[in-house]
C-alpha cells in the first residue's frame, strides 16, 4: 500500500531564506506524486504535480520539487520565502485502488515564515 | 466555472442528529471524493465514487453513507452523529487514472455537540 511521510509538522523560516519541506513516500509502483497548499480556512490548491518524463517538476507561486527514485523522495523547496506563503502543505501519492485516483496524503507540514 | 462547491459552510449539530452535506463540480469529472481534516492527522479518505453509480469506503467510512445523484453531484450523509465527527469536510472531484490531480471544494466546517 503507498504511504506518505512529511518530515516536520511545523518549520519556521525567514522571509527570504530557503524553503525545504521534505516528503518521503512507499509505494510498490511508480508513483504519481503532488503537493498541495492550504491557506487558512480555505481548501486545497494544486501546487506542482509529478507523473513521469522530468524529475524536477516546477509549480505555482515559485516552488519546485525533485522526484528521487532512489531516496523516495518529493521534497518541495522555493529559493526565497515570501510572507505569503505561510500556509499548511500536503505532500500526497496516488493510490492504485482497482484503477482509481484516491490520493494517500501526509498529515501536513505548517510552514511559518519570520518577518 | 464555479470548480467544486460544498454547503454548507458551517454546521452545529447535537449528537444524533442527522444531515446531509451537498458537493457539486461544474468540470464534468467522473470521480469524486470525501475527505475529513483534522488537526494533525491530515486528510482522511471517507468515501469516493470512481465513476457516476459506483461508491467506495476509503479510510474512515464508519458512520458515514454517500450518495452518487448523477455525475455532478456527490453527497455526504451522517445518519447519527457523534462527537468524533466534528471535522472539517472537504469534498473532490478529479478525471479518472492516477495522473489526475483532485480539484478541492473549500470545506464544511462540522461541529457536534
Known amino acids: 500500500a503507498q504511504s506518505v511521510t512529511q518530515l516536520g509538522s511545523h518549520v519556521s523560516v525567514s522571509e527570504g531564506a530557503l524553503v525545504l519541506l521534505r516528503c518521503n513516500y512507499s509505494?510498490?509502483?511508480?508513483?504519481?506524486l503532488f503537493w498541495y497548499v492550504q491557506y487558512p480556512n480555505q481548501g486545497l490548491q494544486l501546487l506542482l504535480k509529478?507523473?513521469?518524463?522530468?524529475?524536477l517538476v516546477k509549480g505555482i507561486n515559485g516552488f519546485e520539487a525533485e522526484f528521487k527514485k532512489s531516496e523516495t523522495s518529493f521534497h518541495l523547496t522555493k529559493p526565497s520565502a515570501h510572507m505569503s506563503d505561510a500556509a499548511e502543505y500536503f505532500c500526497?501519492?496516488?493510490?492504485?485502488?482497482?484503477?482509481?485516483?484516491?490520493?494517500?496524503f501526509g498529515k501536513g507540514t505548517r510552514l511559518s515564515v519570520i518577518a | 466555472n464555479a470548480g467544486v462547491t460544498q454547503t454548507p459552510k458551517f454546521q452545529v449539530l447535537k449528537t444524533g442528529q442527522s444531515m446531509t452535506l451537498q458537493c457539486a463540480q461544474d468540470?464534468?469529472?467522473?470521480?469524486m471524493y470525501w475527505y475529513r481534516q483534522d488537526p494533525g492527522m491530515g486528510l482522511r479518505l471517507i468515501y469516493y465514487?470512481?465513476?457516476?453509480?459506483?461508491?467506495d469506503k476509503g479510510e474512515v467510512p464508519n458512520g458515514y453513507n454517500v450518495s452518487r445523484l448523477n455525475k455532478r453531484e456527490f453527497s455526504l450523509r451522517l445518519e447519527s452523529a457523534a462527537p468524533s465527527q466534528t471535522s472539517v469536510y472537504f469534498c473532490?472531484?478529479?478525471?479518472?487514472?492516477?495522473?489526475?490531480?483532485?480539484?478541492f471544494g473549500p470545506g464544511t466546517r462540522l461541529t457536534v455537540t
Open positions: 468540470m464534468n469529472h467522473n470521480s
Open positions: 509529478y507523473t513521469t518524463g522530468a524529475t
Open positions: 465514487s470512481a465513476s457516476e453509480g459506483t461508491t
Open positions: 473532490a472531484s478529479s478525471e479518472a487514472g492516477q495522473r489526475y490531480e483532485q480539484y
Open positions: 500526497a501519492v496516488s493510490a492504485f485502488y482497482s484503477g482509481n485516483t484516491p490520493l494517500v
Open positions: 509505494s510498490s509502483v511508480p508513483p504519481y
